[in-house]
């Protein structure tokens, strides 16, 4: 199994470019409206050649107001345009998977799973034949879900190896009123990443692994050897380092990683 992916926002890159490329990190990288809006695949492209160690690459898509699931039409319109615009950086550099939003909330839909699921396959249907084409899967990623039926049902419905799930511990943590075995029971076949913080369950604190309430020996052993991608999701660069060194301690993936390059820059990837 490779080594964990660090995420970090696009434009943050360049604070933290040294100490990425030094320990020759694998990354997720987060790609959010704004960023969306400037940039150019001349500068993807550049990107590619700062990152000419080869590294490990999934892609965080665009989330803020965007719904692949909404009723009306224009916006879900948009919501695809901002998906295809990061399918187009995954053209460039390849990432093997990128997180979505499910956009999912049981009151916003009134209770009716029937009707996101509609609107959610006409625009996950037609981006997943895209994301096939580019060599990368697509993962829906746990948000505020009680429990696991919505995703599992979109997982199902999508009937594709390349589309599936991203279990976000944190988020599970927070929101979820099913037990933990009753989530791995019905998204483990459709696992094609993981995001890994920790907090105690009352705010998204975004911890390094293990230092929160949420049982990640547990989660692990649940999971029994997954192959997928394991993200850590932390906002520093010790908090990296913390969550770098638990997550080898109970997975057994050993990453060489310089501490002293994280003491020069406290802010860190967020």
């Given at each position: ?208 692994m293990g230092e929160g309430q949420f049982d990640f020996i547990k989660f692990f052993n649940l999971l029994d050897d997954r192959d997928c991608v394991h993200t850590l999701e932390a906002h520093t660069q010790e908090h990296v380092l913390r969550s770098m060194q638990y997550h080898a301690r109970i997975t057994g993936i050993i990453t060489d990683i310089s501490s002293g390059s994280a003491g020069r820059n406290p802010s860190g990837p967020a």
């Amino acid at each position: 199994m490779q080594s964990p992916h660090i995420h970090i926002p696009y434009h943050r890159l360049s604070e933290h470019l040294s100490f990425i490329r030094e320990n020759r990190l694998d990354l997720e990288l987060y790609f959010g409206g704004s960023v969306l809006d400037v940039l150019t695949l001349d500068a993807v492209r550049e990107l590619a050649s700062l990152l000419d160690y080869g590294p490990s690459l999934s892609f965080h898509a665009p989330f803020m107001d965007l719904s692949p699931g909404a009723v009306d039409s224009r916006v879900r319109e948009a919501t695809m345009e901002r998906f295809r615009q990061t399918l187009d950086i995954a053209d460039i550099l390849r990432p093997k998977a990128i997180v979505f939003h499910s956009g999912y909330e049981k009151w916003r839909y009134g209770l009716n799973m029937e009707l996101w699921l509609e609107k959610s396959l006409q625009t996950w249907q037609p981006l997943n034949k895209l994301a096939v084409d580019i060599g990368t899967k697509i993962a829906i990623e746990n948000i505020f879900e009680e429990e696991p039926s919505n995703l599992k049902l979109l997982a199902e419905s999508m009937a594709s190896d390349n589309f599936g799930i991203c279990f976000d511990t944190g988020h599970f943590n927070l929101f979820s009123k099913s037990p933990l075995e009753d989530w791995i029971e019905a998204l483990r076949p459709y696992i094609v990443e993981l995001h890994l913080h920790d907090n105690h369950g009352t705010t998204d604190e975004h911890l390094p692994m293990g230092e929160g309430q949420f049982d990640f020996i547990k989660f692990f052993n649940l999971l029994d050897d997954r192959d997928c991608v394991h993200t850590l999701e932390a906002h520093t660069q010790e908090h990296v380092l913390r969550s770098m060194q638990y997550h080898a301690r109970i997975t057994g993936i050993i990453t060489d990683i310089s501490s002293g390059s994280a003491g020069r820059n406290p802010s860190g990837p967020a």
